[in-house]
């Protein structure tokens, strides 16, 4: 069956040091993956998006590496703050359109 | 840039009663979705819509209805409310294969 496999159990980082997601996905071969920020009784927030031919995407303090053979995600926040504290969802297109499949989302907390 | 509105934000309904989410976009977007979140769970997709008109199932489909008849809205009705179906409701749209802007979410819950 098809997963999308995020590390449930919260990530706690020092403020400062770089954060590392992982998204993992089995029977799935997605086009494009994307990653998305969830605060507490909000909705997500699209943050990046990566496409099947591209290994690696930058958005300021933000990376996101794309590998089809391992079928992982890594997503990377540089210089880590407090404000960064949210889930973080990873999601891949399953099919023709462009509708999307959620991961169960990884909860960072950066700590001062 | 109002994005994408979800009304109510909260609702307690009794089981077998009915009700109507709405979403409304102002992006002038193609695409429009309902998804559900619930704990360990997480995003589910309810139905989606590919353009005024048209709608779709997705994979938790069973005891919902939508409805897009004019491009900026996209209802999604229960007509007969289950404790099953107490949930966070998010909407979002799209365009192309661009992220997705979602609402702010309807809180639900069935008694």
């Known amino acids: 069956s098809q997963k999308i496999e995020q590390n449930s159990e919260a990530l706690n980082i020092q403020e400062g040091k770089t954060a590392t997601l992982t998204c993992n996905y089995t029977?799935?071969?997605?086009?494009?993956l994307q990653w998305y920020r969830q605060d507490p009784g909000r909705g997500p927030v699209f943050l990046l998006l990566?496409?099947?031919?591209?290994k690696e995407k930058r958005k300021e303090r933000l990376k996101v590496t794309f590998d089809t053979t391992l079928k992982q995600s890594l997503f990377h926040i540089t210089a880590s703050q407090p404000a960064d504290s949210a889930t973080y969802l990873c999601?891949?297109?399953?099919?023709?359109?462009?509708?999307?499949?959620f991961g169960g989302g990884t909860r960072l907390m950066v700590k001062p | 840039n109002a994005g994408v509105t979800q009304t109510p934000k909260f609702r307690v309904l009794k089981t077998g009663q009915s009700m109507t989410l709405l979403c409304a976009q102002d992006m002038n977007h193609e695409y429009m979705y309902w998804y559900r979140q619930d704990p360990g769970m997480g995003l589910r997709l309810i139905h989606y819509s590919v353009g005024e008109g048209t709608t779709a199932k997705g994979e938790v489909p069973d005891g919902y209805n939508v409805s897009r008849l004019k491009k900026q809205n996209f209802l999604l009705g229960l007509e007969s409310a289950a404790p099953s179906q107490t949930s966070v409701y998010f909407c979002a749209s799209s365009q192309g294969y661009d992220g997705y802007t979602f609402g702010s979410g309807t809180r639900l819950t069935v008694v």
């Open positions: 029977n799935y071969s997605p086009a494009y």
């Open positions: 999601a891949l297109v399953h099919n023709a359109g462009n509708m999307l499949t």
């Open positions: 990566i496409r099947e031919n591209e």
